[in-house]
């Protein structure tokens, strides 16, 4: 794809964004039922005329397939679609490559993961207590990991977590905040757009050995 799409599918995106977060704000439905499921595939198209890699493509659409799956209200759909999601964090986890991360924050997530999980363990249904403690384990590990490529994709990694987190706490029938599907859509779109952009900025020098460097060009 030519270079000169970029921009229009970034504003897609973003219009797309917008036009989901109006939806699962104030309603009607259809709003969010059609603007979510197109999302990922804008900025898919996006990373794909920056000729970003494919495994931030990849990583892309197993998020359009999460959110469509959880588009569906019941447990099997809602399982499939982390699925899609686990896929996703695999791929950036492949892509960020071994370059060493910093031990402080890789402390401070995994004290997050073992009270998060152990906080809201018994809330969960049975059958979802194992799946979800597995898939925290891994986006605890990409948010971590994110942060070889410096502050956009440390941030999306960061924001990631947390959107997931507030689903989780919903799941398990935690006190919600006031709009808690808005405050989870914009940090979820937040993190995807920060972990592109992360991806595909110019190479940085705390981005060490193996993981991932593209030239820098405009957005």
């Not at 499921?37 to 990583?59: E, V």
């Not at 964090?89 to 370059?99: D, E, I, K, P, Q």
């Not at 994709?153 to 808690?180: C, H, K, M, N, R």
Request: hydrophobic share 55%.
């Amino acid at each position: 794809m030519n270079e000169r799409y970029a921009r229009p599918l970034l504003v897609a995106f973003l219009v797309a964004c917008a036009v989901d977060l109006v939806g699962v704000l104030t309603g009607p439905d259809w709003l969010h039922l059609g603007a979510k499921p197109l999302l990922m595939p804008l900025l898919a198209g996006y990373a794909f005329a920056r000729r970003g890699p494919g495994l931030l493509i990849a990583a892309l659409l197993c998020g359009w397939a999460g959110d469509v799956f959880l588009l569906i209200d019941s447990d099997p759909a809602f399982l499939v679609g982390m699925a899609g999601f686990a896929a996703g964090h695999v791929c950036y986890l492949v892509l960020f490559g071994r370059a060493r991360g910093a031990l402080v924050p890789a402390l401070v997530y995994a004290v997050v993961l073992v009270v998060f999980v152990a906080l809201i363990w018994d809330g969960l249904p049975g059958g979802l207590r194992i799946p979800v403690a597995g898939y925290s384990l891994l986006l605890t590990a990409m948010a971590y990991r994110s942060g070889v490529l410096g502050r956009y994709a440390a941030t999306g990694g960061a924001l990631f977590l947390l959107s997931d987190a507030l689903i989780a706490t919903g799941i398990a029938d935690w006190p919600q905040l006031p709009a808690s599907g808005f405050w989870v859509m914009l940090t979820y779109v937040a993190a995807q757009l920060l972990l592109t952009l992360g991806v595909l900025g110019p190479a940085r020098q705390e981005a060490g050995p193996g993981a991932y460097r593209e030239r820098s060009i405009s957005i």
